[in-house]
Each structure stands twice: as C-alpha cells, then as structure tokens.
C-alpha cells in the first residue's frame, strides 16, 4: 500500500507540471476541459486509532484520494460533465472508484436552473465541497459536522436539482436557492457498514440507501462578506443484508420511519480572515434487524472555525467542533463517551497556486458511541477499549489543476 | 455614491475653497480605474455592476439584452484587483477558490485567464462575446467599452465630465449661500437632456444649472432621471 501511495504521489506530482497544458482542448468545436486533484495525508494519534486506520503506533498513510472530470459547454445554457472519485481512507473506500457526480444542467435564466444525473447535494457550506481539500485551510473539515467517515451518507443523489439566484435589490443582497430530490446509494466502504460489519452487530449491506430530498437556501446579505443559510434533508433509507449477530446467518433489513437533517449556516469573509459557523442536527428513527427493534438517533454537532492569511502563502487557522449523541446510555466508560470534542489548530503554506501543505493538530475529548453510530472512532479498531482523550497531528498535502 | 469636485469660480484663487462642494449624485464611480470592454458583436453599449458580478461569477451567460457573453480573467494586469474588490467584493484567493468549487462540483467552468492588459485587448477582440476588464490607460483596438450603470437605482450613471458651477460673486461676497437640489433628465445616450430647479436660492439655481446642462453621463440603458443636489458655501 506504501508503495502504491508513493507512486500515486510522484504521478500527481508529474501531472502538476503537465497539467496547465493538458485540461483544455476542443470536441465537435466545443471547448472541453479537464481538471483533477489529489491529496495525500498522514495521520499520528497519541491513543486511540482514528477514521479507520492504525494512527496510534507510527502513524498511517492510508490517507488518499483523487478525482478527475471533464465538462462542455454545448450551448449559451447546456452543459454537461463528470467526475470520479477514490479514496483510501483506512478501512474506507478502499480504492474502489466512483462516479462522483455526472449530470446535464440547463441554465435558462439566472433565477432558474435544472440539473439531471449524479449531483452532489448541496447541505451547509461544505457538504459538496468536503472532498476538495485545497478549497479549505484545514486537512480536516470539523467533524462534529462533516464527519469524513459518513460522507456517502450525504454526498450526492442520483436525481435532478432546480436551483437559482435572484438579486434582491442593492440593500437586501442576492438569495440563492436549491431544491433536490433523487436516490442515494452509499458504498459498501463506508463508515455505516463498516461499523455495523463488526461486532456485536455482524451485518454485512448488501444495499443501503433511498430517496433522500431536501433544500438549501443561502443569502449573501448587502454586508460585504456575510452570507447566511439554511438546509434541510430529508431522507427515506432501505438497507440490506445478511447478519450473523444472533449465531446463525440470516437476512437482515432495516428502513427508516423519520430521517431528516437540519443545518444552519453562516459565514464572513473579509480580506484575509474567513469565519465560519454551522450547527447541524441529524435525527433518525429506524427499524432495525427486519423489524425486531426500533433505534433512534439524535446527533447533534457545531463548530466555529476561523483562518487567516498571515502571507502570501501562508494561511492560519484553528476550530472547536463540538459533536454529541443523544439517546443511547452516556458513560460507559471506554466504549460510551457520548460526545467528540475537538480543538484545532492548523497552518496551510501554498507552495504556488496548485499545491499545498497543511499541518494541523487535533485535541479531542470524547470518542462518541462507537457501537452504535460512527464519530470516527471504532471499537474494531480498538480492540483494548477507548480512552477518554486522543491528540492527533494531521500532515496533508495535495495539488489540483 | 457621493462624489467630490471642485467648484470653478471667476476667482481661482477660490478653486481650492470650494473642492469639498459636494455632488449628492448616485453614480458608479468604480470605472476611473478599471474599463469594462467587449468583443464588438456584444450588442450592449453599457452593463450594470451586478451584471458584471452575474457574468464572472458565471451565474449568467446571456446579458439582459440576449447577448451571449464569455468572461476573461486579467490575472496579474494592473485593473485585477481593483476590479475583484469594487465588482466581485472578493480577493483573488477567494475568487479563485470560488471558481474551483464551481469546476469540481461540476456547477461551471473556469474562466478564460489573461496575464496582461493586452492580452485581455487581443483576446477579447478576436472572441466572439468575450468580456473583460482593462485599466483605464489600455490601448483599446478593436473592443468597445461598455459603459457600468447600477441596476435598481434609478438615475444612477456614470458621470464622464462635469461643468463646476460659477458662484455669483455678489452672492459669495455677501455671504449668500446653501444647497440647490436639482432633477436632471439624462437621455440614453449620456447627454443631458433637460435640468429643473426642485429647490435652493434660484440665482444659485441658475448658476448650478447652467453648468449642470454641460455634464455628460455614461450611456445607460435607458432615459433617467437624476437628483442632484450642489452645497454653495460662501466661507470656503
């Protein structure tokens, strides 16, 4: 694996110097571009193993991703594309490609759009965006919110968006709309099923998804810099399988009755600072094991992140996130903490406008339920229980073109 | 946006006095360092600030009157970030994240991006519908320029040169002075077209208008009426 990201490493870095001449070039006299990314991290934890990989002896550098597209203008309002995705992230995606988005999209006037394909589901600042790791400061988005290892979970839909921008006068600033609706189809590498792949559960998806709708609404108020939002997702989730768990080999299904997702949003932007805000509230009540049992689950998560560039190359920033899990039985010492809370400290340095470094420290409290809802700590993982507090250096660094 | 001018008076002596007369006038002054040009086939003969936003932060593709438009990027040319911060209200890290974003999400593409005036010149006169933005000292050979109006706003245009007012020496030195509010009808093409004394002394009135009648505005989308008002202060 090592030697694999060592030569994925090296091809990005010869693709960054090829690739200003390589993403533009005409089809059937059309412009076409191709542009792409990849990042690489490396991740040492103090304690505990974290996001699926063995961070706590040496460090792990099964921190890798990747993605490519290629789109065209057809007419003055047509345009289509694609991307795919892939990453390796410990025991996730597991190098196994996906198409990330492809879709057409018509833009007939500014005010209204449509998009048809795999889009990527517009939720808060980050949601379609979480992959990109050059467009932010930290190697890691907060956690309490955009926790890496449920990404499939909200990523996109394979559906159709109508979505819109309409200035609301000079005082009032402009809003800008979304509105969705479409199937999500998570992968099998995922942070859900590898949870519940372990013990005590022992489920293997077969599938897991369904329709998921939902909206996003944001307004770039008239003060310079200040944008606000809201989303909402609601989701209506199959998933199937087989279980082991009660000794004997048996089918197992579990479907939603209510799953939804609120998220509220604000961000400032003035010369070299960017604040961000976000509270997101994720509740669920399933049917689990063919109908055996009912779960419910209430997570919330907020953070505030702030950055500043210091240099020109030079970026600053730190975060709290706070992540907490209401429902299930609280302190159950080394398996139940109920809660991630995380400090963060990072700095980003812009080797040029392709490629970046980041080095960040983690300061967590808490490693949530990992026996019933992942938060980035899992008990396979670690096999010798949990400790109450875990310390993580992040070194990340990726280009793009 | 206010402007500042001075105030010409018989007595040069007094130029110095009246530069702080001000003109309550809704224009968009952004223009005197950046120029807004288009390829020649771009019907339009002016375009308003938040078009111009619409347009390079690629949300719109067509202006108002159905013209297909392309932006171009002058990264590095001298207008650049003059031109981000007063139209786009953003820096060039923060537009460039914005248009990666847009490009890996799928949402658009990245813009054309020049490295200099003449560039943007040469690439926008040989591009059907291309837009860009020069400084104001470009060399502009085949482009137009498109006059920036402020959309919403009515009256709100570009003043491309202005007459001052004469003070009437008999007013002045007897301390004779206050503001003149005024309604300026502004045609299409700029021209004035008509001025009314809406209040203020009419021997003020008088002398504002006379100079006020000279002005010549931006082209503009259509007819507009303007509100000018001209502080007259004796002591300065």
Not at chain 1, 176 to 205: E, V
Not at chain 1, 263 to 279: A, M, V
Not at chain 2, 119 to 137: L, N, W
Request: charged content about 20%.
């Amino acid at each position: 694996m090592c030697r694999r990201t060592v030569f994925l490493l090296s091809l990005c870095l010869c693709a960054a110097r090829l690739s200003l001449r390589a993403q533009e070039f005409k089809l059937f006299d059309r412009q076409v571009q191709i542009h792409g990314f990849a990042s690489q991290g490396f991740v040492h934890t103090d304690d505990n193993n974290w996001l699926t990989m063995n961070t706590s002896n040496v460090g792990s550098g099964e921190f890798t991703d990747f993605g490519a597209n290629a789109s065209m203008q057809i007419t003055d309002k047509f345009r289509v594309g694609a991307q795919i995705y892939d990453r390796n992230l410990g025991q996730l995606g597991r190098w196994h490609p996906s198409l990330d988005w492809a879709f057409a999209d018509c833009r007939f006037k500014p005010w209204f759009g449509l998009r048809g394909g795999k889009v990527k589901t517009a939720i808060g600042l980050y949601n379609d965006t979480q992959d990109l790791d050059f467009l932010h400061p930290f190697a890691l988005l907060p956690q309490g919110v955009y926790p890496t290892d449920l990404r499939d979970s909200t990523i996109a839909h394979t559906g159709g968006d109508v979505y819109g921008s309409i200035p609301l006068g000079k005082k009032l600033g402009t809003l800008s709309y979304t509105g969705y609706a479409g199937q999500r189809q998570d992968s099998h590498y995922g942070g859900y099923p590898y949870l519940l792949k372990g013990p005590p559960a022992l489920i293997n998806f077969s599938s897991y998804g369904g329709l998921q709708y939902g909206g996003d609404l944001r307004w770039t108020t008239p003060l310079k810099g200040l944008l606000a939002g809201i989303s909402r997702m609601n989701e209506d989730i199959d998933g199937y399988g087989t279980t082991t768990g009660f000794g004997v080999l048996q089918p197992y299904h579990e479907w939603s009755r209510a799953d939804w997702t609120n998220q509220y949003y604000g961000q400032y932007t003035r010369d070299k600072l960017q604040i961000d805000s976000e509270y997101r509230r994720y509740w669920r009540d399933q049917v689990i094991y063919s109908g055996a049992f009912r779960a419910q689950t209430d997570v919330r998560g907020w953070y505030v992140a702030g950055a500043y560039r210091i240099a020109k190359r030079l970026q600053l920033g730190s975060y709290y996130s706070r992540y907490s899990l209401y429902g299930p039985p609280q302190n159950i010492g080394g398996i139940v903490s109920g809660h991630t809370y995380d400090k963060v400290v990072t700095g980003r340095v812009d080797l040029n406008r392709f490629m970046n470094v980041k080095v960040e420290g983690h300061f967590m409290d808490g490693y949530g339920v990992p026996i019933f809802y992942p938060s980035g700590f899992y008990l396979v993982d670690n096999p010798q229980g949990l400790k109450p507090d875990t310390n993580a250096l992040v070194v990340k660094t990726g280009f793009n073109f | 946006m206010g402007i500042q001018m001075k105030t010409a008076t018989k007595n040069p002596n007094t130029l110095l006095a009246f530069a702080g007369l001000t003109i309550l006038l809704s224009v968009h002054a952004l223009a005197g360092n950046v120029r807004i040009i288009a390829n020649p086939n771009v019907k339009a003969e002016a375009i308003s600030a938040s078009e111009i936003r619409s347009v390079f932060l690629g949300e719109r593709n067509v202006l108002r009157d159905g013209t297909h438009v392309e932006p171009v990027l002058s990264r590095g040319g001298a207008a650049h970030a003059v031109f981000l911060k007063e139209y786009l209200g953003q820096n060039d890290d923060a537009l460039q994240n914005y248009y990666r974003s847009l490009v890996f999400t799928g949402k658009g593409s990245m813009p054309k991006v020049l490295h200099s005036d003449e560039e943007v010149v040469a690439y926008v006169a040989k591009t059907r519908g291309a837009i860009g933005y020069v400084s104001s000292a470009a060399t502009l050979d085949g482009v137009k320029t498109l006059a920036v109006y402020q959309a919403g706003t009515e009256g709100a245009r570009q003043l491309l040169s202005r007459v001052e007012p004469v003070y009437p020496e008999l007013l002045q030195s007897n301390h004779i002075g206050g503001t003149v509010r005024l309604k300026v009808t502004v045609a299409a093409s700029g021209k004035v077209e008509g001025v009314q004394l809406l209040g203020g002394n009419p021997i003020l009135g008088e002398a504002a208008m006379a100079a006020v009648g000279k002005w010549v505005f931006a082209a503009g989308r259509s007819r507009t009426e303007i509100e000018v008002s001209i502080p007259f202060d004796p002591d300065r």
